[in-house]
């Protein structure tokens, strides 16, 4: 059965760090998501990003975040210049395929990002 | 702001009986109440969806009831297995492929 990865599954950074998250979304799937979860808090959403361009973002989203898709298979989220308040679990999600919309987004496993 | 509300943080039923986790929303504007289960380490799991036209949708196990006057859904599980003892999310959306707004989620103990 088809699933989205994400690596690393822990990332360690220090503070001021830029750091890379990278995903593999599903590969015939055509939207694209990040959420975070800080601990004990409840999913949130990041970004959305559809045809190579970020379709909605969150206030979450700052200047400090980006994301791309530099080939065919990943999607990374770059988090330029790390806060102590961004260590969370970060999701990456996949949905949609083809002229058939979904409602269902696929979840990856997450990488745990801390930030000393 | 709590646009998806699940007001119990943890469910502890006995195995074989009926689990029913409840969700309430405030966004009128959510088309689409889908529900996730997750187990620790892993990433959230979609269990079950519901659009915001029908007040019932069944799979296997699984059934969620959305009663859109009183913005609440719920999620049955009958019969409860070991299995099933993971942290629920009540999520929504406002359409297919948007972002999803989730609940801070129910933790099940599935009780021997």
């Known amino acids: 059965e088809p699933e989205v990865t994400q690596t690393p599954s822990h990332q360690v950074t220090q503070m001021g760090q830029e750091v890379i998250l990278r995903c593999v979304p599903i590969s015939n799937h055509l939207y694209f998501y990040w959420y975070r979860q800080i601990l004990g808090q409840k999913v949130e959403f990041l970004v959305s990003?559809?045809?190579?361009?970020?379709?909605?973002k969150s206030e979450i989203f700052d200047d400090q975040f980006s994301v791309e898709r530099p080939d065919g298979s990943n999607f990374t989220l770059k988090i330029r210049s790390t806060k102590l308040e961004d260590s969370a679990m970060y999701f990456c999600?996949?949905?949609?395929?083809?002229?058939?919309?979904?409602?269902?987004?696929?979840f990856g496993p997450g990488t745990r990002l801390t930030v000393l | 702001d709590q646009q998806v509300k699940q007001n119990s943080p943890s469910l502890s039923v006995q195995e074989g009986r009926i689990s029913i986790l409840n969700c309430d929303y405030t966004?009128?504007?959510?088309?689409?109440f889908l529900w996730y289960k997750k187990y620790p380490a892993e990433g959230p799991t979609f269990l079950i969806s519901i659009s915001s036209i029908k007040d019932k949708n069944e799979d296997g196990r699984f059934t969620v009831f959305l009663n859109k006057s009183a913005k609440h859904l719920s999620l049955h599980i009958v019969p409860s297995q070991p299995g099933d003892s993971a942290v629920y999310f009540c999520?929504?959306?406002?359409?297919?492929?948007?972002?999803?707004?989730f609940g801070k989620g129910t933790r099940l103990h599935i009780l021997p």
């Open positions: 966004n009128s504007m959510f088309d689409y």
């Open positions: 999520a929504a959306s406002e359409r297919r492929d948007d972002k999803i707004i």
């Open positions: 990003f559809y045809n190579n361009e970020i379709s909605e």
């Open positions: 999600a996949s949905s949609g395929q083809g002229q058939r919309r979904s409602n269902e987004q696929f």
